[in-house]
């Protein structure tokens, strides 16, 4: 019997999808984003105290792990130059690894 090739492509995906799930499970790498979650944000949100310290940087629902340093006032201006140039960019997903999820 052959299926038609619509029903075919059909059960290749889910077959596809299954290995690459297995695949994930079996893996301490996990990725968080793309069609994984409601939200839809591109962005990353930094959190910062009332005195501008960093205290949670999150994309999506799920908190990243960050480093502060301070930098001199050249830096700083640098950085700013270079967010007012920059192409408006998003990020679909964040890939962890080195612990189980």
């Not at 962005?43 to 940087?57: H, I, K, R, Y």
């Amino acid at each position: 019997m052959r299926f038609p090739d619509s029903r075919w492509r059909c059960e290749v995906t889910v077959l596809r999808r299954l290995r690459a799930a297995a695949a994930a499970f079996a893996s301490p790498q996990r990725t968080y984003g793309g069609a994984g979650t409601i939200h839809q944000t591109g962005e990353v949100d930094v959190e910062l105290s009332p005195t501008g310290q960093v205290v949670a940087v999150w994309f999506r629902c799920v908190a990243l792990p960050f480093t502060q340093r301070s930098v001199d006032v050249r830096r700083a201006v640098e950085m700013v130059q270079m967010y007012e140039h920059l192409k408006p960019e998003s990020i679909e997903a964040v890939v962890f690894s080195g612990r189980a999820a």
